[in-house]
Every structure is written in structure tokens, then in C-alpha cells.
């Protein structure tokens, strides 16, 4: 199940995805853009539920930026009620495709994916999205000299 809302990080308006996974989901994790990861956080913390509007900010989470094609996004793994146990399989600097499983989160929990405020956004609350298939937003093309222009549909880029 998703919800959509806006939230500020580092002075910045985004909007952000919550996916919520029940118990009976399959609960890996994808990038959602291609580009290079250029911050991973842990934020030790709650266990309290998922659901729960303060789980974004109070539970156990690593928080991880992928920058690419001229584009930061960013997504959180957040531990739930039930599920103690978060895997990042990569560091800081490593290359990720777009819709690469980059982790997993064991049992009930949440991933909030945070875009720029300019990203159409595919999906409305309440939602069912699948890993690696569903599209979350398009994100419009963006020039960057820090990051070449990779391969995809001209003029945008799918984020899932």
C-alpha cells in the first residue's frame, strides 16, 4: 500500500512515496534511479509500527542518496514493528541500475522514496506497487556535467 505526501529535507520541498509491507510481502528493495550513491546513513532507533506517521522519523532506518542523471533521489529503509533486521548491500560511491535490488527489509516495513518536486507521480494512496515493475513517478530530463546522460526514454526517466 502507498501514500503520497510532501516533506522538507535539507531545506529542500520533495515528495515522497511511502510504501508500506505487510508481513506477507516480498520485502527487497530497488533502486529507484540509476547513479551513484553518494550518501548511506544509519539511524539507529524504534521499532514501533510501520503505519505509524512518526516510523519515518523515529525508527531504525538507513537513509541512502543516489545521484544520477543530474537527479538526487532519496529513499529510506525503515524497520517496522516486527522486522528488526535491515541489508544495504552497497557503500558509498557504488554504481546502481535502475530497479537494482540493492537490499531488503526482514518481515513488515517501509520504504519512503523522496523525488524533486518537478516528478509526476504515477501512483495514489492506497496503491499496490510491485518491486522492479511498478512505476512510481517520471522524473523530467535533467543536464548534469557531474553525471553523464544514461541511456532511456528521451526527455524522461522512470523512477521505480
Do not use: W
Request: net charge positive.
Amino acid at each position: 500500500m502507498t501514500d503520497v505526501s510532501l516533506v522538507t529535507i535539507d531545506d529542500t520541498s520533495r515528495n515522497r512515496i511511502s510504501i508500506f509491507l505487510n508481513v506477507f510481502d516480498v520485502h527487497v528493495n530497488r533502486s529507484p534511479i540509476a547513479g551513484v550513491i553518494r550518501d548511506l546513513r544509519y539511524q539507529r532507533g524504534r521499532f514501533v509500527n510501520a503505519m505509524s506517521a512518526h516510523s519515518a522519523e523515529e525508527n531504525e532506518q538507513n537513509i541512502v542518496t543516489v545521484e544520477g542523471d543530474g537527479r538526487t533521489v532519496v529513499f529510506k529503509q525503515i524497520a517496522g514493528l516486527i522486522a528488526r533486521r535491515i541489508v544495504f548491500n552497497f557503500k558509498v560511491g557504488d554504481y546502481v541500475a535502475c530497479g537494482q535490488r540493492v537490499g531488503l527489509i526482514k518481515f513488515g516495513s517501509r520504504v519512503d522514496v523522496m523525488f524533486d518536486r518537478d516528478a509526476a507521480i504515477n501512483v495514489k494512496i492506497g496503491d499496490r506497487v510491485r518491486g522492479g515493475a511498478s512505476v512510481l513517478a517520471v522524473l523530467p530530463a535533467k543536464q548534469s556535467t557531474a553525471q553523464p546522460v544514461h541511456a532511456g526514454t528521451p526527455g524522461e526517466r522512470e523512477a521505480h
